[in-house]
């Protein structure tokens, strides 16, 4: 079907349909499997369960990237890696770029950010003196910000210091264990209390912000929390709420040096890992850490996982009170997930699913009461969901899907039977990984495609891929890729990830073609 294009942006004000409120909340490094509504063993989040209760629960959902940035520009744009360029935390975003508060914006809602939204502003729209070029944390043109909490939370250690807390240690120094020796490994709480966190200080300002909202005037926020991202330390009773023995296994080899033999990438990533990232302070290699200090930061973990939960709680709580909670779309999810003592790691990227499968609840006021949809669904089916639930039509070139039939209870049709992720391990400043592996920085990067079966990961370079039988080999333990009787299944799954690749070029403009009649737009 050809259409009369409509531009990049087109402004639907003028539609006077009344729009719901948008709550659209994004947590850091919350794997997908910690919730307690997704059968966790041992993990209790009773307020995304009352979510998920009232909304739909995406158990198979998958970040597109990692770390921060390219998996915030896959979640923001609905385009996957390969489309927005954001290979690694401080590439640059092309201004021109649609996304989400853009989008909103032209619906009329104001977006605004509580948080961060880690996107690298584009240098060709500033000068080269200007400070916002000095750092990654830049604001996604289109939101509005009212309460910023970047890396350094110096807003939210000024917030300590009037309430006569000591934050005089600054960032990250503060989220140590009080009273304990640095370099250990303990659940000793830090200075700061559990209505003191990070979290508490953004749920609060939100809360604050919402009382100041006009009664029947739509409204669009974004909160996007720092927790349950490393350093690895939370305040009472979340830090003894969960014993380091409980807790499922972890997914790795006896050693991890037959981890390392597994691919030159693994042994690379082991080797660099460093404990002072997680636990401040902290000497040696993540590697070298013991059975037990694993489980216990875990165990913290956990507890990281439960407070952002109870902070969750309170937000419902202040949306019913301001009569809000039957007018509002909420939308949580993560950014990516975290390996959490799997393969002995931590932290995220690579091609393992303990770093990509992150929660998604979205909940439409009467529209989902408890579905659970176990089809993969991706990071870039997020924009245009949110686009398609406040009533308008996202772009026909977004590399993601609405997921509104799932959420409306509608049927779906032809939808993916696979999960796709990229990682992108260039380190352009140093130059770490392309010396190590004798590589462009252009070949720094790896792909991924995931069914229920199998997991083919394809890197560049010239580096082997991998093929992991998951029926057989839920742990990814043992790579076939060269094992002669799989060698139908290595192909077969190359062919279909470059498929994917092909398929997904960037569409913006090649959808449209000029003609005698002005431009017109193909639907694909």
Excluded at 5 to 17: H, K, L, M, W
């Amino acid at each position: 079907m050809r259409r009369r294009y409509p531009g990049s942006v087109p402004d639907e004000r003028a539609d006077d349909t009344r729009r719901p409120n948008v709550l659209f909340i994004t947590c850091d490094q919350w794997r997908g499997d910690c919730l307690s509504a997704a059968g966790h063993p041992v993990v209790r989040t009773p307020n995304v369960d009352r979510l998920a209760r009232e909304g739909v629960l995406f158990r198979n959902h998958f970040a597109g990237a990692a770390p921060c940035s390219p998996a915030r520009a896959c979640l923001y744009t609905g385009l996957y890696q390969m489309t927005n360029r954001v290979c690694r935390n401080g590439t640059p975003m092309d201004g021109g770029r649609w996304n989400v508060a853009r989008a909103a914006r032209a619906l009329g809602y104001d977006p605004t950010l509580f948080g961060y939204t880690d996107v690298a502003p584009d240098p060709r729209d500033h000068a080269t003196g200007d400070p916002v070029l000095r750092s990654y944390e830049g604001i996604l043109p289109g939101f509005t910000p009212r309460q910023l909490l970047p890396e350094h939370q110096k807003q939210w250690l000024s917030w300590l210091s009037a309430r006569g807390v000591d934050a005089g240690a600054g960032y990250p120094k503060i989220h140590r264990s009080a009273g304990k020796r640095h370099d250990e490994v303990s659940r000793a709480p830090p200075v700061y209390s559990r209505d003191e966190t990070p979290t508490a200080f953004l749920a609060g300002e939100f809360i604050r912000w919402l009382g100041e909202q006009d009664a029947g005037a739509p409204w669009f926020a974004h909160i996007s929390f720092i927790s349950p991202h490393p350093p690895f330390i939370v305040p009472a009773p979340f830090n003894a709420l969960y014993d380091p023995a409980d807790g499922p296994g972890f997914n790795r080899a006896k050693r991890w040096h037959d981890e390392a033999q597994g691919h030159p990438w693994l042994d690379y990533e082991l080797e660099r890992q460093r404990k002072t990232k997680f636990i401040p302070g902290a000497r040696g290699k993540v590697r070298d850490w013991s059975e037990d200090e694993f489980r216990t930061i875990r165990s913290i973990y956990y507890g990281m996982v439960s407070e952002v939960d109870f902070q969750l709680g309170r937000v419902w709580d202040a949306l019913q009170k301001a009569g809000a909670w039957d007018d509002t779309l909420i939308v949580l999810t993560s950014d990516h997930a975290e390996m959490m003592g799997d393969h002995f790691m931590l932290g995220k990227g690579g091609y393992f699913d303990q770093s990509y499968h992150v929660p998604l609840v979205i909940r439409q006021p009467g529209k989902s009461q408890g579905r659970v949809v176990d089809a993969f669904t991706e990071a870039v089916d997020v924009a245009p969901t949110m686009m398609e639930l406040v009533g308008s039509a996202p772009p026909n070139w977004l590399d993601g899907r609405s997921l509104a039939p799932f959420v409306e209870g509608r049927k779906v049709k032809d939808w993916r039977d696979a999960a796709h992720w990229e990682f992108d391990f260039r380190s352009i400043s140093k130059a770490t990984a392309e010396t190590h592996f004798g590589i462009r920085p252009q070949q720094c990067n790896l792909a991924v495609i995931r069914s229920e079966k199998f997991k083919y990961v394809h890197f560049g370079g010239g580096l082997p891929p991998l093929l992991f039988d998951l029926e057989n080999d839920p742990s990814e333990l043992r790579d076939r890729a060269g094992d002669p009787a799989y060698r139908g299944v290595r192909l077969e799954y190359a062919e279909r990830l470059l498929d994917w690749r092909a398929e997904h070029l960037d569409q913006s403009l090649a959808l449209v073609e000029l003609t005698g009649e002005g431009p017109i737009e193909f639907d694909p």
